[in-house]
């Protein structure tokens, strides 16, 4: 393990940027969001689309990925905005500004490359830190108080559900016991604990750390970022203009499922019997889904950023009369 207390530039890799920007198509104009603006790549690329009427407004609850953002997109000026939330609150976060609608929205799951690479931030097993993987810094919730806090089964819970790790109940048995001795303060501690844990003959099988899986799995609990994804997902739709877009990028097999539901929904919202003879309930699509098979990074994209490797993007526009309405759907890229 490395051990470091160097600290890194706020930096992203923004992935699939060409695939976001034609699925989006900012050139039409209007009011578009990012509710992951991170170091505003993303961001970054549809301004530069968006014709010299149109804004975007940048959501992120991390304070460096806002002051980086800003940084790099104050060439804009006022036609971007940056505000601190959690885009599971952008509906209030939007409203605040006046705003209730908008033309095209882009929410990216993933974390960022600078919260992974930055030792202090407790991310990642490869620097030894204090245990906190915390998005928003404000936050109450750490990894430390997770690891040391939870009971058993619930440590079982996230390593399975959220990390699909085999191993979760000899990871989360092994965490208790160390625990009860003292304390598990550090990122390098309990990744060898984790490592430890794990049968030898499977401990290195694969080619990343063994530690890895369970690393992800305290992370989304600590940030929340499965436990009301849906309600966010469907919120998102609701503040879209008829025409409008929304693109959302998932590097969780959990995450990817929930935005596909909720698509599929907008999509054909009807509840009544499959051998109904016809529809009684009323219920009317409100959605057309872009991407028929979620797209995936290309070889060439894959093979120069390894975290697009995970990654899955699915698109929905919003039915009405609206100016993408009659676009039709992207090439897919099947994953």
């Known amino acids: 393990m490395e051990n470091t207390a160097k600290t890194v530039t706020f930096h992203h890799v923004p992935i699939m940027v060409s695939e976001v920007t034609d699925l989006l198509m900012p050139a039409r104009g209007g009011?578009?969001?990012?509710?992951?603006?991170?170091?505003?790549?993303?961001?970054?690329?549809?301004?530069?689309?968006?014709?010299?009427?149109?804004?975007?407004?940048?959501?992120?609850?991390?304070?460096?990925?806002?002051?980086?953002?800003?940084?790099?997109?104050?060439?804009?000026?006022?036609?971007?905005?940056?505000?601190h939330g959690n885009f599971f609150h952008l509906k209030t976060l939007l409203q605040l500004w006046g705003i209730?609608?908008?033309?095209?929205?882009?929410?990216?799951?993933?974390?960022?490359s600078y919260q992974l690479d930055e030792p202090s931030?407790?991310?990642s097993y490869k620097f030894e830190a204090p245990l906190d993987m915390r998005m928003d810094q404000s936050a109450a919730l750490t990894a430390g108080e997770v690891v040391n806090g939870y009971p058993e089964q619930e440590l079982i819970r996230i390593f399975r559900d959220y990390g699909e790790e085999r191993f979760s109940p000899l990871i989360a048995r092994r965490i208790c016991q160390r625990r009860s001795e003292k304390r598990i303060e550090t990122t390098t501690e309990l990744a060898d604990l984790i490592a430890g844990a794990i049968p030898g003959k499977f401990r290195y099988k694969e080619q990343q750390h063994p530690a890895r899986r369970c690393f992800q799995a305290i992370r989304i609990e600590v940030n929340g970022e499965i436990k009301g994804l849906r309600e966010a997902v469907d919120s998102a739709i609701g503040l879209l203009n008829p025409g409008g877009r929304i693109v959302i990028l998932t590097f969780h097999s959990l995450e990817d499922r929930i935005v596909k539901s909720a698509f599929k929904t907008a999509e054909n919202p009807c509840v009544c019997p499959p051998k109904s003879p016809q529809c009684v309930c009323g219920r009317t699509p409100y959605g057309r889904v872009l991407t028929k098979h979620p797209l995936v990074a290309s070889p060439e994209e894959q093979q120069q950023n390894t975290r697009s490797?995970?990654?899955?993007?699915?698109?929905?526009?919003?039915?009405?009369?609206?100016?993408g309405s009659k676009t039709s759907t992207y090439r897919e890229r099947r994953a």
Do not use: W, Y
């Open 100 to 112: 209730r609608a908008v033309d095209g929205i882009l929410l990216d799951l993933g974390v960022s």
């Open 309 to 323: 490797t995970s990654c899955k993007l699915r698109a929905l526009e919003k039915l009405g009369e609206g100016i």
């Open 121 to 123: 931030r407790g991310f």
């Open 31 to 83: 009011l578009f969001v990012d509710g992951t603006l991170g170091g505003g790549g993303h961001s970054q690329a549809i301004l530069e689309l968006l014709p010299p009427t149109g804004r975007l407004i940048g959501v992120d609850r991390d304070e460096a990925a806002l002051r980086a953002a800003g940084e790099r997109l104050s060439p804009f000026g006022d036609r971007f905005t940056a505000i």
